[in-house]
C-alpha cells in the first residue's frame, strides 16, 4: 500500500533505537519459549514464515532453524542488527525487512504462517483494522496467524481499577519501572480485547482459540479460511 499524507506514520513510536533494544535481552529463555511456540503452530520445513515485529530475532531464527523460509520484519534498525546478528551466530539465513505492519511488502496467499508479538498496541484502533487486513491477505488460505499483545480484558468501567492492578503486576513480575507502565498508557494505543476480536473476525480470520492471561495480556490463534470449494 502506498503511503499517502494522512497514512499513520509508524515511525512515530519508541522503539527505534539500541537503547530500547537492549531491553529484549531480559528473557534468557526466549529461545525456548519461541521454539515451544513454533512446535505448537506446526512450523514444517519449507513453510514461508513472517515475524512482524521481530525485535531481537529470536522467534525468526528459531524457525529458520525448523528449516522455514523466514522474513523478520521490524521497524527498528538496531532491532533488526539484533535479528542479523542471532541469525549469523546461530548459522542459519533470514531475510530482514526494515517496515511495520502497515508497510511490509508482500505477495497476497504467500506466508503459511505470520506471527505478531508485543506490536499491535502501536496502532490505532483504525490502522490495527488495515494492518490485520493486510496480513490476512499475505497468508495463505487455510493459514495461521499466531497474535500476542497487551490489551485490556475488562469493560470500559474498570480501567482505573485494572490499569493500577497492571501497573503492579508489571513491576513486581517483570521488573518494569512505573514510568514505563505510565508512558504505554499514555502514549501507545492498547485497546479491549473484546475489540481486537471483533476486528479480527470482521477481517475475515476465524478464531481458533483466545487465551487471556497474565493481566492485559492476551494471546490469538487465527485462520484464514479456505474458500468452500478448498473445504476437506
Known sequence: ?????????????????????????RHDDSDIRARAALTMLGVQSGWRVADIGCGNGVLAVEAALMGAEVDAIDISPAMLALANI?????????RTQPAGMLSFAYQPNSYDL?????TLHHLPDFWKAVALARIHAALKPGANFYLRDIVFVSMPDGVDRDVEAWADF??????????????????EYSTFGWVIERLLTDVGFTLESVDYHAPLHGTYLLRKPKPDHQQS
Open 1 to 25: 500500500m502506498l503511503a499517502r499524507d494522512w497514512y499513520y506514520n509508524q515511525r512515530r513510536q519508541l522503539g527505534l533505537d539500541s537503547a530500547v533494544a537492549s531491553i529484549y535481552d
Open 86 to 94: 542471532q541469525a549469523r551466530d546461530r548459522k542459519v539465513a533470514v
Open 114 to 118: 505470520i506471527v505478531s508479538e508485543f
Open 170 to 187: 508489571s513491576i513486581k513480575n517483570h521488573d518494569f519501572e512505573r514510568e514505563s507502565v505510565v508512558t504505554h498508557m499514555r502514549d
